[in-house]
């Protein structure tokens, strides 16, 4: 028996109608799966957000790097200056800079500051690595230095309203300085 045209034409239209209900129950089924999937995706991502991430490194470069506490707050921070010099700061819950090291031109120096990041304690070298030590009170301004002056000895100098107190190893000098008034040796250089 030989299919007419419109036999085969038929046939063809059962066989589209027959493969357009299985792809429609298909498409039922993905209709479940695609929100299923992005749900999946979306708990996947936040379980991932919740982790920190561990960079397992020889080393890592940067012009900054911050360490935060478990709150996300800035406790300590390690960068460079605009003149590509190194420093690290430490702050407390405040957010205020409470120990700096850095190195500068000059030196090496440690500060320690109070909780208006007033640097009160100083210690540092300068250019030909004699050390010294500043304390400075609340107004910023140094009360006492105990530094190694340039020939090598102890030289401690007492700062107040009043005047200065200035002790020089290497001479033996004790020199009280009033405020506004002439220095007075208490004691002469020995020679």
């Not at 957010?95 to 540092?124: F, Y």
């Not at 009043?162 to 020199?175: E, F, H, K, T, Y």
Request: hydrophobic share 40%.
């Amino acid at each position: 028996m030989i299919d007419t045209p419109q036999d085969q034409a038929q046939q063809t239209i059962a066989r589209l109608t027959s493969r357009l209900e299985r792809t429609e129950k298909d498409l039922k089924g993905l209709r479940f799966a695609i929100p299923g999937l992005a749900v999946l995706a979306v708990v996947a991502l936040f379980v991932r957000l919740d982790k920190p991430t561990v960079i397992s490194a020889k080393s890592v470069n940067a012009e900054s790097f911050a360490v935060r506490s478990a709150r996300g707050d800035i406790v300590a921070q390690f960068g460079a200056g605009r003149d590509g010099s190194p420093s690290i700061v430490f702050l407390d819950a405040n957010k205020k800079i409470r120990l700096m090291a850095s190195v500068g031109t000059s030196g090496p120096s440690v500060s320690l500051m109070d909780a208006q990041e007033v640097s009160r304690a100083t210690l540092s070298l300068n250019d030909k690595f004699d050390p010294s030590l500043t304390m400075s009170n609340a107004d910023k301004l140094p009360r006492s230095v105990f530094a190694i002056d340039t020939a090598g000895s102890g030289h401690l100098v007492l700062y107040s309203s009043a005047g200065g107190l200035d002790l020089a190893a290497s001479d033996g000098r004790v020199r009280w300085t009033p405020s506004g008034g002439a220095p007075v040796d208490a004691l002469p250089a020995t020679k």
